[in-house]
């Protein structure tokens, strides 16, 4: 039998009930899962400001042992001895396999020696690369210890586990220090990792647009 998703406890209805049903997931999270130690505000708010998402191919990762590694291993090495043309035909094995560097390598080479296929290989790689600006689901605002819930998700029917590892997810924020340049620590991460419901709340948000730690630097 298929489990189905239990709707978020208010969808659409007065600002007030709303936030309470908001405020009532963030006890239930902090009692089990903080000890109430999270002293966080929540409502619903747009974030402030976007964050880059990935939306471009995510191309292979070489294997260590693999023929394609040892080919790409080969050509590193013919670069660093300055033998450029014999390396070609080793990466051109990786990059057709979709291996993202080898195809920045290859029309890096191909363009300092004038010929056209530099292009070819650099329009490939770029879509390794693509990204758009978008709003997050979700943020933690440390200066006013407030948790931003985006106002959209009380637009759909969102499920009850989405919002509950949203809140779980803004509450490790309070309980591990973080900085812009750094918003997910490894400490950070031992937490998060723990978020009832991780996987498939992710898969939810990634499907409808949303930037998640898997396709973004996100709140």
């Known amino acids: 039998m298929t489990a189905v998703a239990k709707p978020a406890p208010c969808l659409v209805g007065n600002e007030s009930t709303c936030n309470k049903s ?7 999270v902090n009692r089990r ?43 590193t090495t013919l670069l660093q001895s300055g033998r450029h ?15 993202p560097e080898s195809k920045l390598l290859l ?39 407030t948790i931003a819930i985006h106002p959209h998700l009380n637009q759909l029917p969102t499920p009850l586990f989405v919002l509950k590892y949203l809140v779980y997810h803004e509450c490790c924020h309070q309980l591990v220090e973080s900085t812009g340049q750094v918003p997910h620590t490894k400490e950070f991460l031992e937490w998060e990792h723990k978020a009832p419901g991780r996987e498939r709340a992710l898969l939810w948000l990634e499907k409808r647009g949303f930037p998640t730690l898997r396709t973004a630097d996100a709140c």
């Open 33 to 75: 899962y903080f000890n109430s130690r999270i002293t966080a505000n929540i409502a619903w708010e747009v974030p402030k400001g976007t964050v880059s998402m990935f939306i471009g191919e995510r191309g292979i990762t070489l294997t260590p042992g693999s023929p394609l590694h040892s080919a790409f291993d080969t050509a």
């Open 107 to 145: 029309s890096h080479l191909y363009k300092r020696a004038g010929n056209n296929l530099w292009q070819r290989y650099a329009q490939s790689y770029n879509k390794h690369i693509e990204s758009v600006r978008a709003v997050p689901a979700a943020c933690y605002y440390s200066d006013q210890a």
């Open 85 to 99: 043309l014999e390396a070609i035909p080793f990466l051109s094995q990786c990059a057709d396999a979709n291996h």
């Open 22 to 28: 908001l405020q009532e997931i963030l006890d239930l």
